[in-house]
C-alpha cells in the first residue's frame, strides 16, 4: 500500500494533506515523508501495523478521497501484475486465490485493476477465496477440507469465481 502512494499520478486541484495526516498520525514520529523509510524498511518495522495502514487509506477513499481512491487502485494493479507474474503459463483451466490480509477488507475499491491486470494474460476461471476467520481456523477448515473432500464451510471463507 505504501509503495502504491509513490506512483499515484497528481492531478491539478488534488489535496494530499488528508491522505497525509492520516500518514502521520497512524505512524507516529514522522513529520516528513523520509521518516516513513524507517516504518517500512528499518527496525520499526511491523508488517501488521503498515498493513494496518491499508484500511485508514480504504476509510478515506470511502470518503470520498480521490488520491486514497487512486492509491487503492494503484495498489489493485500492483497486486493483479504479482498474481500474473506467479502464472508461469496458461495452463490452467482453474485458479483458486486466496485473498488474505488487511488489504482486502477494501476488495471493491480496487478489484476493476485488480482484474484489469490479471485478465491481460490469464483467462483461467478465477476461484476466489475470501477467509471470514483467523488463519488458524482456516487451516483447521483446510484439514477439515482434505479428510472430507472437496468441501469448505461456508461460514470460514466466502467464494465467487470470475471467468
Known amino acids: 500500500m505504501i509503495l502504491a502512494m509513490e506512483g499515484v499520478p497528481r492531478h491539478e486541484g488534488d489535496r494530499y494533506e488528508c491522505l497525509w495526516d492520516e500518514c502521520r498520525n497512524y505512524f507516529e514520529g514522522i513529520d516528513e515523508l523520509p521518516a516513513l523509510m524507517d516504518h517500512i524498511y528499518g527496525q520499526r518495522f511491523s508488517k ?13 477513499a470511502r470518503d470520498g478521497d480521490c488520491i486514497a481512491s ?3 487502485c494503484r ?12 502464472l508461469a503459463s496458461d495452463a ?17 475499491m480496487f478489484q476493476e485493476a485488480f482484474m484489469h491486470e490479471v485478465r491481460s494474460t490469464c483467462t ?8 471470514t ?9 483446510l484439514a477439515l477440507r ?18
Not at 92 to 108: A, H, K, P, R
Not at 124 to 131: G, I, T, V, Y
Open 48 to 60: 501488521s501495523h503498515v498493513a494496518g495502514f491499508a484500511e485508514k487509506v480504504a476509510h478515506l
Open 70 to 72: 487512486r492509491v487503492l
Open 75 to 86: 495498489a489493485g494493479e500492483e497486486l493483479g501484475r504479482l498474481v500474473r507474474g506467479a
Open 92 to 108: 490452467y483451466v482453474t485458479l483458486n486465490l486466496v485473498l488474505l490480509g488487511g488489504m482486502f477488507s477494501s476488495w471493491d
Open 124 to 131: 483461467a476461471e478465477l476461484q476466489f477465496l475470501l477467509p
Open 133 to 141: 476467520c483467523d488463519p488458524s481456523v482456516g487451516s483447521a477448515a
Open 146 to 163: 482434505e479428510k472430507n473432500g472437496n468441501y469448505t464451510p461456508k461460514k470460514y471463507v466466502r467464494q465467487w469465481t470470475a471467468r
